[in-house]
C-alpha cells in the first residue's frame, strides 16, 4: 500500500510541474509571458439555394426537408447552430422564411450563411367557392354554381339575360348621383363602372344630380342557404364600390311587403365626410343588413354589421368580397376568402334578394370641391373581375 501511494504521488508532482513552465527569459534575463498564437483565419460554410414551393387554397403550409448545411474550419472543434428560420422537416408557412446557419471555430470566428424557403399558395379553383385556408363547405355536401346569378365577364359583351343595366323605372339614384346607362361596360375580362361628371346638371323630381354612377340589377332571385362572392377593385373617387342585395318590396304580401338588404361591401375611394363612421371607408370591408318599411309593428326594423380593414386602400388592388347567407338569422362575411364576422340580422332574412353592383353617391360623402373626377377613368373605375353564387347540394 506505501509503495502505490508513493508512486501516486510521484505522477502528481511531474504532472504540475509541465503545465506551472509558462515563462521565458527575455533577451535581458528577465521573465516574459510567452504569446499564444492568434487565429487569423475564419470557418467557411454554405447554404443551399432558395427554395420554392407551392399548396393548395386550403393549406396553411407545407413540411420541407433541406439539406443541413454543415461548417468547416483549419482546426477541429468548429460548431455549426441554426440562428434563425425553422428545421429541416419542419412545416413551413404560406409565406417566405428566411433560415441562417452559423460556425462559430474554437477561437470563437463566426461566419453565417442563409436561404429562403418561399411557400406560395395556389388561388383556389373558379369551380368552387373563393376559400382561403378553411373549408366551411358542410359534411356530405357539394356548392354548385347559379350561372344565373355569376359571370365571369370575359366575353366584352354585357349578358343582357343576367343583368339589368339600370331602371329609369324604379330607383335613379340618390342626388348628385344619377345612373346612367353608359357608365357601364365589359372589357378586359371585367365589368367596368366609370363614374364622370355631367357637362350639365339634370333636374329630376325637384333633385339636381351632377354626376354618373351605375346600378346593375340580377334578373334572377336569389335564395336562403347561398353565399355569394365578387372579385372587385374600387374607384379612387367619393362615389361608391359595392356588392349587394335587396328584395323587391311591393313583390310581398302582409307581413312580407317590407325591405331587406345585405349589403356585403360599401366602401368609397375617397373619404370627404367628416363623421366618424366614414373615416376608415377607403380601407376596409363594411357590411350590414337592414329591415324597414314594415307594414306589421310585430317585424322588427333595424340595422346590424360590421367591418374589418383590408390593409391597404380599396383601390389599391382586388380584393374577393363574400358572404354565406346561411339561413334567416345568421349571415357570414369573407374577405379574401377569409371569414371575418358573423352578423344576425334585427328581422328574418327569408325573402328572395337580388344582386346589385352599384355606383352611387352618399349624402355623408359629399362631391369634393374640385367635382371629384379628376383621375384618370381607372381611376374613376369600379371593376369587377367575376361574381359567383353558390347553391349547397
Same mark, same amino acid.
Given at each position: 500500500?506505501?509503495?502505490?501511494?508513493?508512486?501516486?504521488?510521484?505522477?502528481?508532482?511531474?504532472?504540475?510541474?509541465?503545465?506551472?513552465?509558462?515563462?521565458?527569459?527575455?533577451? @535581458?534575463?528577465?521573465?516574459?509571458?510567452?504569446?499564444?498564437?492568434? @487565429?487569423?483565419?475564419?470557418?467557411?460554410?454554405?447554404?443551399?439555394?432558395?427554395?420554392?414551393?407551392?399548396?393548395?387554397?386550403?393549406?396553411?403550409?407545407?413540411?420541407?426537408?433541406?439539406?443541413?448545411?454543415?461548417? /468547416?474550419?483549419?482546426?477541429? =472543434?468548429?460548431?455549426?447552430?441554426?440562428?434563425? =428560420?425553422?428545421? /429541416?422537416?419542419?412545416?413551413?408557412?404560406? =409565406?417566405?422564411?428566411?433560415?441562417?446557419?452559423?460556425?462559430?471555430?474554437?477561437?470563437?470566428?463566426?461566419? *453565417? &450563411?442563409?436561404?429562403?424557403?418561399?411557400?406560395?399558395? @395556389?388561388?383556389?379553383?373558379?369551380?368552387?367557392?373563393?376559400?382561403?385556408?378553411?373549408?366551411?363547405?358542410?359534411?356530405?355536401?357539394?356548392?354548385?354554381?347559379?350561372?344565373?346569378? *355569376?359571370?365571369?365577364?370575359?366575353? /366584352?359583351?354585357?349578358?343582357?339575360?343576367?343583368?339589368?343595366?339600370?331602371?329609369?323605372?324604379?330607383?335613379?339614384?340618390?342626388?348628385? =348621383?344619377?345612373?346612367?346607362?353608359?357608365?357601364?361596360?365589359?372589357?378586359?375580362?371585367?365589368?367596368?363602372?366609370?363614374?364622370?361628371?355631367?357637362?350639365?346638371?339634370?333636374?329630376?323630381?325637384?333633385?339636381?344630380?351632377?354626376? +354618373?354612377?351605375? %346600378?346593375?340589377?340580377?334578373?334572377?332571385?336569389?335564395?336562403?342557404? $347561398?353565399?355569394?362572392? &365578387? #372579385?372587385?377593385?374600387?374607384?379612387?373617387?367619393?362615389?361608391?364600390?359595392?356588392?349587394?342585395?335587396?328584395?323587391?318590396?311591393?313583390?310581398?304580401?302582409? &307581413?312580407?311587403?317590407?325591405?331587406?338588404?345585405?349589403?356585403?361591401?360599401?366602401?368609397?375611394?375617397?373619404? !370627404?365626410?367628416?363623421? %366618424?363612421?366614414?373615416?376608415?371607408?377607403?380601407?376596409?370591408?363594411?357590411?350590414?343588413?337592414?329591415?324597414?318599411?314594415? @307594414?306589421?309593428?310585430? !317585424?322588427?326594423?333595424?340595422?346590424?354589421?360590421?367591418?374589418?380593414?383590408?390593409?391597404?386602400?380599396?383601390? +389599391?388592388? $382586388?380584393?374577393?368580397?363574400?358572404?354565406?347567407?346561411?339561413?334567416? !338569422?345568421?349571415?357570414?362575411?369573407?374577405?379574401?376568402?377569409?371569414?371575418? $364576422?358573423?352578423?344576425?340580422?334585427?328581422?328574418?332574412?327569408?325573402?328572395?334578394? $337580388?344582386?346589385?353592383?352599384?355606383?352611387?353617391?352618399?349624402?355623408?360623402?359629399?362631391?369634393?370641391?374640385?367635382?371629384?373626377?379628376?383621375?384618370?377613368?381607372?381611376?374613376?373605375?369600379?371593376?369587377?373581375?367575376?361574381? #359567383?353564387?353558390?347553391?349547397?347540394?
Amino acid at each position: 500500500m506505501l509503495k502505490k501511494a508513493l508512486y501516486f504521488k510521484l505522477i502528481t508532482f511531474s504532472f504540475i510541474t509541465v503545465n506551472i513552465m509558462v515563462a521565458s527569459c527575455s533577451s @535581458d534575463g528577465n521573465e516574459a509571458e510567452k504569446e499564444e498564437p492568434v @487565429d487569423n483565419v475564419d470557418p467557411t460554410i454554405t447554404c443551399v439555394s432558395d427554395i420554392n414551393e407551392t399548396v393548395d387554397a386550403l393549406s396553411n403550409g407545407k413540411a420541407i426537408t433541406y439539406t443541413i448545411p454543415v461548417g /468547416s474550419d483549419d482546426q477541429p =472543434g468548429a460548431i455549426t447552430s441554426q440562428t434563425e =428560420g425553422l428545421a /429541416s422537416g419542419e412545416v413551413f408557412p404560406v =409565406g417566405t422564411t428566411k433560415n441562417t446557419f452559423q460556425v462559430k471555430d474554437v477561437t470563437g470566428n463566426t461566419v *453565417s &450563411c442563409s436561404f429562403n424557403i418561399t411557400v406560395t399558395r @395556389d388561388e383556389p379553383s373558379s369551380n368552387l367557392p373563393y376559400f382561403i385556408e378553411v373549408d366551411p363547405t358542410p359534411s356530405g355536401k357539394t356548392w354548385h354554381k347559379v350561372e344565373n346569378l *355569376s359571370d365571369e365577364f370575359s366575353d /366584352s359583351n354585357f349578358d343582357e339575360s343576367k343583368w339589368l343595366n339600370t331602371d329609369p323605372n324604379r330607383w335613379i339614384g340618390r342626388a348628385p =348621383g344619377i345612373f346612367k346607362e353608359n357608365t357601364v361596360t365589359e372589357a378586359d375580362d371585367n365589368l367596368k363602372l366609370t363614374a364622370y361628371q355631367l357637362d350639365t346638371p339634370e333636374i329630376v323630381n325637384g333633385n339636381t344630380f351632377t354626376h +354618373a354612377g351605375s %346600378n346593375i340589377y340580377s334578373k334572377e332571385a336569389a335564395q336562403v342557404g $347561398y353565399y355569394f362572392e &365578387c #372579385r372587385m377593385k374600387a374607384n379612387k373617387t367619393f362615389m361608391s364600390s359595392t356588392f349587394w342585395l335587396i328584395n323587391n318590396r311591393n313583390d310581398g304580401v302582409g &307581413c312580407d311587403k317590407r325591405v331587406t338588404e345585405l349589403d356585403i361591401q360599401e366602401c368609397v375611394g375617397q373619404i !370627404t365626410g367628416t363623421a %366618424n363612421f366614414a373615416q376608415n371607408f377607403d380601407e376596409a370591408i363594411h357590411s350590414n343588413t337592414h329591415s324597414r318599411q314594415t @307594414d306589421c309593428t310585430g !317585424t322588427p326594423t333595424g340595422s346590424a354589421g360590421d367591418n374589418s380593414e383590408i390593409g391597404s386602400k380599396v383601390w +389599391a388592388g $382586388y380584393h374577393v368580397y363574400g358572404a354565406w347567407w346561411k339561413s334567416a !338569422t345568421e349571415i357570414e362575411f369573407y374577405l379574401d376568402g377569409k371569414k371575418v $364576422y358573423t352578423v344576425t340580422p334585427k328581422a328574418n332574412f327569408d325573402l328572395p334578394l $337580388y344582386l346589385r353592383m352599384v355606383v352611387e353617391t352618399y349624402d355623408w360623402n359629399p362631391v369634393p370641391s374640385d367635382g371629384g373626377m379628376t383621375g384618370t377613368e381607372e381611376e374613376r373605375t369600379t371593376f369587377y373581375d367575376w361574381v #359567383r353564387t353558390w347553391e349547397l347540394k
